[in-house]
């Protein structure tokens, strides 16, 4: 089951629907079936306190995934800070909704064993990204 909460915030207006079966599709397209996906959408004050409790970091950050992934379910908590997305999405001249679809599944893809701390690694992970992406308009497009 796949759950978006808020923390501090209100959740975000998208297709929740369609969020969720594109969800399916990517995860299924790695070999996983989804299990419990629990979205925290949150603010920068939230995602700082959890990056400091539990990682130990003194920093912002757009998303912190926690991965409790089994052989064939992803299930994870995944704390995403509104405040950053969209100053994210400013910075890099894109809409907010799409630099959240952006982040969505980004954690999805830490679920499925995708690291992003290289620039080698992180260079897969926006390849990843941008294929999910486009399956996003197919699942827009198919129902």
Not at 68 to 74: A, D, G, N, V
């Amino acid at each position: 089951m796949i759950q978006f909460v808020g923390e501090n915030v209100e959740v975000p207006t998208l297709d929740y629907t369609r969020v969720r079966a594109w969800i399916n599709k990517v995860s299924a397209g790695y070999g996983f079936g989804v299990g419990d996906i629990h979205y925290i959408f949150c603010d920068d004050a939230r995602i700082l306190e959890v990056n400091r409790q539990f990682l130990g970091h003194d920093y912002y950050t757009d998303i912190i995934t926690f991965d409790y992934t089994t052989p064939s379910r992803l299930n994870g908590d995944i704390y995403i800070s509104l405040d950053t997305v969209r100053s994210n999405a400013e910075q890099v001249g894109v809409s907010f909704e799409d630099e959240l679809h952006r982040i969505l599944i980004h954690g999805i893809l830490h679920l499925t064993g995708q690291a992003d701390k290289t620039p080698e690694t992180k260079a897969v992970m926006t390849e990843k990204e941008n294929k999910a992406l486009a399956i996003l308009l197919l699942v827009a497009v198919s129902q």
